[in-house]
């Protein structure tokens, strides 16, 4: 048996909102909470912009234990001209429980840009983790010409 309640408010380039789940399984029985919340619009058609946001509280209540998933994320997207855009995406994201504690980040910036029928990309990552105490980095890039027909 699960009970599920929530409530979501909105306005204009504002969302947010609050979950609570308490799911009664024989199996894996929790009780999780989530409070989540979005913007998103533009500004004059040249800036695109979206951020997302979650927090995820879990208890689970057959074996006392906690856990939690918080996450942010944003995309901006910039109209240079008619031939050329830049993109930003970032995301940012940790796990802390049992087994899982993880901080991780994500970003990537894209610009691209067109002559006649060649479009070329150049590509920045960014990838930063931590996982139950070990660190991996990794910064990288690319460098991509395509034709479109």
């Known amino acids: 048996c699960s009970s599920d309640l929530g ?9 947010a909102g609050v979950e609570y789940n308490n799911y009664n399984s024989t199996i894996i029985p929790y009780k999780m909470t989530h409070y989540f919340m979005a913007i998103q619009g533009d500004i004059r058609n040249k800036v695109l912009y979206t951020v997302n946001g979650n927090i995820r509280n879990y208890d689970m209540t057959a074996d006392s234990v906690t856990q939690e998933y918080d996450d942010v994320s944003g995309n901006m997207n910039f109209l240079l001209s008619m031939r050329s855009q830049l993109n930003l995406n970032v995301a940012y994201r940790i796990q802390k429980g049992a087994g899982i504690d993880l901080a991780l980040i994500t970003s990537r910036a894209e610009y691209t840009t067109s002559f006649r029928k060649l479009f070329f990309t150049l590509g920045l990552d960014f990838y930063q983790r931590t996982y139950i105490g070990e660190k991996l980095n990794f910064r990288g890039g690319s460098l991509q010409i395509s034709r479109r027909f």
């Not at 409530?7 to 969302?15: A, C, G, K, Q, T």
């Open 7 to 15: 409530v979501r408010l909105e306005y204009r380039i504002f969302s």
